[in-house]
Nanobody, 117 residues
Framework: QVQLVESGGGLVQPGGSLRLSCAAS????????MKWFRQAPGKERELVAS???????MYIASVKGRFTISRDNDKNTLYLQMNNLKPEDTAVYYC???????????WGSGTLVTVSS
């Protein structure tokens, strides 16, 4: 079994920054990509950013230029650097690992980010 644990969430003021981490309990065979999702109160979960096994990154338009996704393969850890945070970024952020070769998704339990004055 693979466990994913997010950390780094908290309460920040608009314009502030946070760095989220996602630690996997072990290396995942067949890993194709790792992703960050978020779910705001009363809304559906949405994809925020992804990074493929080859290092290609993708961001949704609302966070492009403000968020940076990265990884440390030796530590089995995924990161999301969030700058210039806005109130609309408030959500529970979830880490996802996708092993396309085995059609398998792994999920963390989430970490809460609140952006408010």
């Amino acid at each position: 079994q693979v466990q994913l644990v997010e950390s780094g969430g908290g309460l920040v003021q608009p314009g502030g920054s946070l760095r989220l981490s996602c630690a996997a309990s072990r290396r995942i065979f067949g890993l194709s990509a790792m992703k960050w999702f978020r779910q705001a109160p009363g809304k559906e979960r949405e994809l925020v950013a992804s990074i493929t096994n080859g290092g290609k990154t993708m961001y949704i338009a609302s966070v492009k230029g403000r968020f940076t996704i990265s990884r440390d393969n030796d530590k089995n850890t995924l990161y999301l650097q969030m700058n210039n945070l806005k109130p609309e970024d408030t959500a529970v952020y979830y880490c996802n690992a996708y092993a396309a070769q085995y059609a398998t998704n792994y999920w963390g339990s989430g970490t809460l980010v609140t952006v408010s004055s």
